[in-house]
Each structure stands twice: as structure tokens, then as C-alpha cells.
């Protein structure tokens, strides 16, 4: 019984296959079959920039407009097809510069020469960056589109005895099966089988590697110069990129400088092969294996890059330029693949100020990646790993996440130029919001003047730990709300490794104030919002005011529904609601006529009139409305313990309006409003 249970679940486990897809990615055939497949899709024999740049592409973008500037969204890099799990958040315009990187370099415009190195401060989205183009590296070569193929040797092996048996060797590059051509060939080859009209050019392809050129060469003289017999012993295979498997995808990162040396790059002689060939100098008894080797035709990725010993550096300088490598005791050898490199601040002004190294530095393209400077991107990050599905048990407070990013955000801006501008006010212009007098020219203005902007301040990375704090501790009873975040954030800093001297963590102590207070202003009109949001009371307020100001306007009279006496319009009322959104007396008539002009042209299309569609009086008649009720909920007397049943099922009533409206839980309601209800108790209430 146990064994058909065991088969039963092999087969299920089978029935997930899907044979056609594994067939077409395990392909075999001969070097004539590989030629055909050039002839229909001669996109096959891409560079690796050229692949790269394509599958960026394929993923589709996004164009649109901020502050006047044009910019590109490339859906790539939100890692869709993997669930977001690697998604950037607003950095296009890094992320822009580096695809346009990749797009000259497909075109031979001369960065496929260059070192791409992605320069930023700690926890900025580099070593993400290049674990995306990995790993959409790999999945689209399994893609009809992103399809690349290698080949493998198939010859005779004499045993000792005397026998002779099949030897297959794959090329230890995974080297583009047109290199086989060879190069004096390739022109006339080329231009009949890719002609202009089919919208590719061939690359000009590279010499074999010396493993390959060593079996080329064998067989030639073999065969007497026979190509065609040398090409039977020619297998060519679909080519899938892998990190795991060591396939078309390296990485290199820095160790202790005893323990690591240059073969790890370029190979190292086999010595247990050396035995079987009788040589060193046999490339079949070398090991092609470096990081450099493994890479060709993908792309290489050096962590901390700057941080690695000085010969390691200088074969980058003719793995860029030249797209050559020197193995141990063999030639020059090319390779073809994209080179990037990621640094930190301080790496980077060493590298500047050796003037050892200025070769290096040439052969760089520097990709500034600064942390996000706005707000709604930056909460993006944190609402990726802190929301529902992912914290069981637990509740997050509105604004918790956003008021931890606004004190990273704050952290990372510079102070603004301008005396009439906060800090937070800058923020928020950043973000999207308008401000009286700011045009988008001045916000164009504010980003230019503040050249290092994002490049120094509060990492994501430290925000993280502390809601992960937050969330384990004990003092949230089931929920955590934005003050046990700040408090961490807070309490974190007297330890903060990154953080020099006590003025920049003085100054992040005020930032911390700065968010606490705009919390504050949050709450307050999420509660006044609440209280005031009868909609019958609403309904009649407004049609109260909209009564009066037509009077106004027209110079007429208003209808008492009380006394049938037609009195003035009540002056009173309608300053009481104006004054809310700070209209002033001056420009009272304008904003009356705004709103009698906006109901005719309404009703002109046949619609009736709604304040829910004019933002700025809905504010003013909900806090009008506020003034009128606070009283008689008793907002202050939240703050002891004896409440009336009345008031008591008013403020039931209002935080059934909260969770309802605003996603707050029974926990963090009723705080909210004894917070509230603190302030209103001091009586510090934002009229």
C-alpha cells in the first residue's frame, strides 16, 4: 500500500512537468541545424550586452512626466514575474542612466568596454540591482526571445588497453557556436546567412577559447583541413544561464588576501589531468573554471568591488577594455560579457584619490544609486515586507510604516536653500503635494541645488530592524502604532554605527520631533474626520452655506425655514466655514463666486451639485462640522476614567468610523483617541 501511495505521489509530482518546455530547453543537433536557426532568428548570436539590454526591454515600460522632466519606468526592475520580491522602488532616474548604459553598449557605442560600477551609500538597492539582472538573466534564456546555444566536442579516446572510446568535452566558455567559423570566413558567412534586410547584424564573434582552438586544430590536421568532417564532430545545445550551476553568470567577491588569488578569476591547471595529457601546457589539462571563464556570454558581478587587492583590479582593466583574460601558461583569451561592480562611498573617494589607479577609473561608468527621496516610494519598501500576509498576529497602525519612511526620507534631504521652506514642507513638494507659490520649475530648482541628495542619511535597512523591534516586543498588546516605531528608531541611534558625531545625531533627534508633530496634525484630522462624518449633518451644512452664498452673490435674501421671514445672509456661517481652509477676508467674494460658478456649470451638463467633489470645501464644512459636535461628544473627558453611556456610544460611533475608514483596529482606535483627547485636554486643539 505504501508503495502505490509513493507512486502515486511520483506520478503527481511528474504530472507538474511540462515535457514540451524541458525538450526544447535540453535541444541538441548538429552545427548545420544551429545554422538554420541562425538564418530564421539571427538575434540568437546577441553580446551579452545586447541579450541583457533586450530582456529589460521585454518586460515593457512606462513613460510619464515628473516636474516637467520626462522619465522611463522600466517594468523589469519591479520584478513582476517574481512577486516583487526583489522590487525597486523609486529609483527610475538611476535606474534610466544604467539601461541607457546597456543600450549604447548593445550598439557598439563603446560603454560594452567599460566596468559598470554602481556607486551608492549602504542599503541602496546596488546588490539588489545587480541580483535582478542576474537572475532575469537566467530566466529569459529560458524564453523563446532570450534563447542562446553553445556546443560540445564529441571525439576518439584511446584507453591504455588499446581501446578507443566517445569523448564528449562541452566548451568550457559556453562559447557562441559561430566562432567555430573561421574569422577570415565569417564576412561572406555572415552576410548570406543574417542578409541587412533580416534587421540583425551578426557580431564579430571571438577567437575559440584554447581548449576548443586545441580540438579545432587536432581534428583540422586530422581530417586535412576537412572543415565540413571537423564540424561532424560538432554538437550544438541550448545554452541556460545559472548562477547555481556556474553557467553564464559569475560572482566575485572580496576575501582575505592570503587565502585568495588570480586563478579564481581566470582557471587553474588540473593536476590530476596533467598525468592523462602530459602537460601543463595542454589546455585539455586546465580548468576553466574562473569567475571570468564560467561568466562568458552573461554577465560577472564584483561585490564591493573596489575593496579587492590590486592585481585583482588590474584584470579588470583588460577584461573591460580589451574583453580578454590571461589564464595561467595560455594566451589571451576573449570573453564576452557584462562586468559590474558595486562600491561605497568611501571605497569610491580612495579609488578618486589614487592616482595609481586613473586606468581603472577610465574604464569606468559610474551609476549614482542614492537612497529614495520620496516619501510614497520609500513607504513602498517597508509595506513590502510589513503587511498583513507576512506579520500574522499582529496589527499595524495607519502611518506607522509612513511616518518611519518620512524619517528616513527627512534624514537624506538637504536643507532647503530658501528661508520660506521646511524641511518637511520640501519633503512633501518631493512627494507630489502643492504648495501656495511652488511651481514645478521651483522643484526642478530645489533637485538641482541639492546635488548629494540621497546619498547620505538613514538607510532602509536600519527602519527595517526597527519595526521588526517593534513588532516582537511586548509592549504593543496585538498592535504597534507609529510611537513604539519612532521610540526604537530613537532609542537606536545612541548605538548607530554609521552616525560620526553627536550634531548629525542631534540633528536626527529634531527630525524624529518634526514627524511626531505631523503625526500629530494626522490624527487630529482623522479624528476630527470621524467625529464630523454624519453625512446628514454634512448634507444639511452644506446646503445651508451653498443657500447663503447664493443669496450673496445674487444680492438677495435668504428664507428663514423657522420664521418665513426672508433675512441676510448669515455672514457668520459662511466665515466660520471659509476660515477653516484659510480663506480670508479679502477673498471671501472669490471663492464664493468659485463655488456658485462651479454649480451652474454643472447644472449647464445636467448634474447635480456634490461637496464631496470639491475637496476644499468638504474639509471645511467636515471641521465646521467638528467645532459644532466636539462639545457634545466631550472629546476631553476620553481622558478619564468615568464616561457617560451617552458619550460612550458616541465615541463608539466614531471609532466604528476609524477602522472603518481609515484601517485602524479596536487596539489603536481607541488609542488614537485618547491621544487625541490628551491634546484636545491641554488645550492645544488645531482650530
Known amino acids: ?230 564540424m561532424d564532430h560538432i554538437h550544438v545545445h541550448r545554452l541556460i544561464f545559472s548562477e547555481k550551476d556556474r553557467v553564464g553568470i559569475g560572482t566575485f567577491q572580496p576575501k582575505d588576501e592570503k587565502n585568495q588569488d588570480s586563478t579564481e578569476l581566470t582557471g587553474d591547471i588540473n593536476y590530476r589531468k596533467i598525468a592523462e595529457y602530459g602537460s601543463d601546457s595542454d589546455p585539455r589539462a586546465f580548468n576553466f573554471d574562473g569567475e571570468f571563464n564560467i561568466a562568458n556570454r552573461g554577465i560577472i558581478e564584483f561585490v564591493e568591488v573596489l575593496k579587492l587587492d590590486v592585481a585583482f583590479l588590474y584584470d579588470l582593466l583588460g577584461a573591460s577594455q580589451e574583453h580578454k583574460i590571461k589564464p ?46 520620496k516619501l510614497a516610494e520609500e513607504v513602498k519598501i517597508y509595506e513590502k515586507d510589513f503587511n498583513s500576509r507576512a506579520i500574522k498576529g499582529k496589527h499595524i497602525a495607519p502611518h506607522t510604516l509612513e511616518m518611519a519612511a518620512m524619517w528616513a526620507v527627512l534624514t537624506r534631504l538637504e536643507e532647503p536653500k530658501k528661508h520660506n521652506l521646511s524641511l518637511l514642507q520640501k519633503l512633501k513638494l518631493y512627494n507630489g503635494k502643492t504648495l501656495p507659490n511652488f511651481t514645478e520649475d521651483n522643484i526642478k530648482e530645489l533637485r538641482k541645488e541639492s546635488n548629494r541628495e540621497g546619498l547620505e542619511g538613514i538607510s532602509p535597512r536600519y527602519i527595517q530592524d526597527k519595526i521588526s523591534n517593534a513588532l516582537v516586543s511586548d509592549k504593543g498588546e496585538g498592535c504597534i502604532n507609529p510611537f513604539m516605531v519612532l521610540n526604537e528608531l530613537e532609542a537606536g541611534l545612541k548605538t548607530h554605527s554609521l552616525i560620526s558625531n553627536e550634531d548629525a545625531r542631534k540633528r536626527m533627534k529634531e527630525l524624529l520631533t518634526s514627524v511626531k508633530q505631523e503625526y500629530e496634525d494626522i490624527v487630529k484630522n482623522e479624528v476630527q474626520r470621524a467625529i464630523s462624518a454624519d453625512e446628514d449633518a454634512i448634507g444639511k451644512l452644506c446646503g445651508n452655506y ?3 452664498i447664493k443669496a450673496y452673490t445674487q444680492k438677495e435674501k435668504v428664507k428663514n425655514k423657522y420664521t418665513g421671514l426672508y433675512e441676510e445672509p448669515d455672514e457668520r456661517l459662511m466665515r466660520a466655514i471659509e476660515e477653516k481652509i484659510d480663506i480670508p477676508d479679502s477673498r471671501k467674494d472669490d471663492f464664493r463666486r468659485e463655488i456658485m460658478n462651479y454649480i451652474g456649470a454643472l447644472a449647464v451638463e445636467g448634474k447635480t451639485f456634490n461637496y464631496r467633489t470639491n475637496e476644499r470645501l468638504h474639509k471645511a464644512l467636515e471641521l465646521k462640522l467638528f467645532e459644532d459636535q466636539k462639545d457634545s461628544i466631550k472629546l476631553k473627558n476620553l481622558v478619564s476614567s468615568v464616561v457617560d453611556k451617552e458619550t460612550q456610544e458616541k465615541i463608539d460611533l466614531v471609532k466604528d468610523r476609524m477602522m472603518k475608514n481609515y484601517g485602524y483596529c479596536e487596539i489603536c482606535s481607541t488609542d488614537v483617541l485618547n491621544f487625541v483627547a490628551s491634546i484636545f485636554a491641554r488645550g492645544d486643539a488645531k482650530e
Open 328 to 373: 595561467k601558461k595560455f594566451p589571451q583569451t576573449d570573453i564576452d560579457e557584462v562586468i559590474l561592480g558595486h562600491t561605497n562611498e568611501p571605497e569610491y573617494k580612495k579609488l578618486e584619490n589614487n592616482e595609481f589607479m586613473e586606468a581603472l577609473r577610465d574604464r569606468t561608468v559610474k551609476i549614482d544609486v542614492p537612497y529614495i527621496t
Open 1 to 230: 500500500m505504501r508503495d502505490a501511495e509513493k507512486g502515486s505521489w511520483v506520478s503527481r509530482i511528474a504530472a507538474l512537468q511540462d515535457a514540451k518546455t524541458y525538450a526544447e530547453l535540453t535541444w541538441e543537433g548538429s552545427f548545420e541545424d544551429y545554422l538554420e536557426i541562425v538564418r530564421k532568428n539571427p538575434k540568437v548570436t546577441r553580446t551579452a550586452f545586447q541579450r541583457i539590454y533586450d530582456m529589460i526591454l521585454s518586460h515593457g515600460k512606462t513613460e510619464y512626466i515628473d516636474n516637467k522632466k520626462k522619465l522611463i519606468r522600466y517594468h523589469f526592475f519591479s520584478d513582476e514575474k517574481f512577486g516583487g520580491r526583489d522590487a525597486i522602488f523609486g529609483l527610475d532616474v538611476p535606474l534610466m542612466k544604467l539601461v541607457n548604459v546597456f543600450k549604447s553598449a548593445a550598439q557598439g557605442y563603446g560603454t560594452e568596454k567599460r566596468v559598470i560600477l554602481l556607486h551608492g551609500p549602504v542599503g541602496s538597492s546596488k546588490s539588489t540591482i545587480a541580483r535582478l539582472l542576474k537572475k532575469g538573466t537566467e530566466d529569459y534564456s529560458k524564453t523563446p526571445e532570450g534563447a542562446a546555444y553553445t556546443f560540445s566536442w564529441t571525439t576518439d579516446k584511446k584507453l591504455p588497453d588499446g581501446t578507443t572510446v566517445k569523448e564528449k568535452m562541452k566548451c568550457p566558455m559556453n562559447e557562441e557556436p559561430l566562432n567555430l567559423v573561421p574569422r577570415e570566413w565569417r564576412p561572406k558567412v555572415y552576410a548570406e546567412i543574417s542578409p541587412p534586410e533580416s534587421g540583425h547584424t551578426i557580431p564579430d564573434g571571438s577567437e575559440l577559447c584554447p581548449a576548443c582552438r586545441f580540438v579545432f586544430k587536432d581534428l583540422m590536421t586530422q581530417y586535412h583541413g576537412d572543415f565540413a568532417r571537423v
Open 546 to 548: 451653498i443657500d447663503n
